[in-house]
């Protein structure tokens, strides 16, 4: 039995951590898609489709969520019923099946994206500081995670070749984006951006080295 004076490992307690959170952030998910007549499933392929430019395989997004090529299927054909996606040649393959989505379905998603849930309520209420340690700790999981070949790679920035850490002297916008040819902070750390191009492996490395000692 855990007692103070034997705990278990902090890592299992910061993993248990995460897991009381998982479940208020699959609370918030289904609060959210069931206002728009939605399914969690549902819902997060639409976020998915918004966020990227060309029409994307099924295959990608039953990875991205972590979910069999056939549910995936499911949802996204319950979508098209809908009227919130749309199939699409693949982009370098016009013979292929990919999908988009569609006006109604970017529509919905701002609709259900305008009330706040509350995980993201309770980690605005953090102090500006903690809120930027915690954003660099979450980063740093999800790179071992992707390395570790859990999750595919995200389209974060310590994985994009844009990225540029440590090359300002303000401490607080150091790093740099190629893309928009602009300094950042911490703070402004992408998880998930649209205009992200991944690296190749030994850049992602090498990258990765140098925000670690900066």
């Not at 019923?81 to 970017?106: C, I, Q, W």
């Not at 309520?121 to 570790?148: C, F, G, T």
């Not at 999750?151 to 994009?160: D, L, N, S, W, Y």
Request: glycine content about 4%.
């Amino acid at each position: 039995m855990e007692t103070p004076l034997d705990p278990t490992p902090i890592s299992h307690r910061i993993s248990e951590g995460l897991a009381r959170l998982a479940v208020a952030m699959r609370s918030d998910d289904w609060t959210r898609a069931e206002a728009t007549g939605l399914k969690p499933t549902q819902l997060a392929i639409l976020d998915y489709l918004a966020g990227r430019d060309q029409p994307v395989r099924v295959k990608e997004i039953a990875v991205h969520l972590g979910v069999s090529q056939p549910t995936a299927t499911d949802s996204i054909a319950a979508l098209e019923r809908k009227g919130y996606a749309e199939k699409a040649a693949a982009a370098g393959d016009k013979r292929a099946a990919a999908v988009a989505v569609t006006a109604a379905g970017r529509a919905i998603l701002a609709e259900a994206s305008a009330a706040e849930g509350s995980a993201t309520a309770a980690a605005r209420a953090l102090p500006a500081e903690e809120q930027e340690d915690l954003l660099m700790s979450i980063v740093k999981m999800i790179r071992h995670l992707q390395e570790a070949e859990a999750i595919p790679v995200q389209r974060m920035c310590a994985t994009c070749r844009y990225f540029r850490p440590y090359q300002h002297d303000d401490a607080a916008k150091p790093h740099h984006c190629d893309f928009v040819n602009a300094a950042f902070g911490q703070r402004d750390f992408r998880v998930d951006c649209r205009e992200h191009e991944t690296a190749d492996p030994a850049t992602r490395a090498a990258t990765w080295d140098a925000f670690q000692k900066g």
